[in-house]
């Protein structure tokens, strides 16, 4: 069983960076994603990570957002630049599913808030 441990939200303007984390124990862990859960609307996916490092993202944070991991640390982050109001959501760390069907694991974090506001 993987436990992960989100960190990193928060309240930020529009137009300026947070950077995520997501720690994980208990387990080897191959693919690792973030999805986010806007107010009042279902969990969607943002980004995917491999542990060979490739990665997958939605058209939504595409050149925005960065994911990346660190095996050394068993850490996942994602970076985000230019955030706007819509990016408003609690974000989710997720690990074990499938890096090629797009799919999530059974293993989710408790979720970090993240509030895009002037």
């Known amino acids: 069983q993987v436990q992960l441990v989100e960190s990193g939200g928060g309240l930020v303007q529009p137009g300026g960076s947070l950077r995520l984390s997501c720690a994980a124990s208990?387990?080897?862990?191959?693919?690792m994603g973030w999805y986010r859960q806007p107010p009042g609307k279902q969990r969607e996916w943002v980004a995917t990570i491999a542990d060979h490092g490739g990665v997958r993202y939605a058209d939504s944070v595409m050149g925005r957002f960065s994911i990346s991991r660190d095996n050394a640390k068993n850490t996942m982050y994602l970076q985000m630049n230019s955030l706007k109001s819509e990016d408003t959501a609690v974000y989710y760390c997720?690990?074990?599913?499938?890096?090629?069907?797009?799919?999530?694991?059974?293993?989710w974090g408790q979720g970090t808030q993240v509030t895009v506001s002037s």
């Open positions: 208990g387990s080897t862990i191959y693919t």
């Open positions: 997720n690990a074990g599913g499938d890096f090629w069907f797009n799919s999530p694991g059974c293993s």
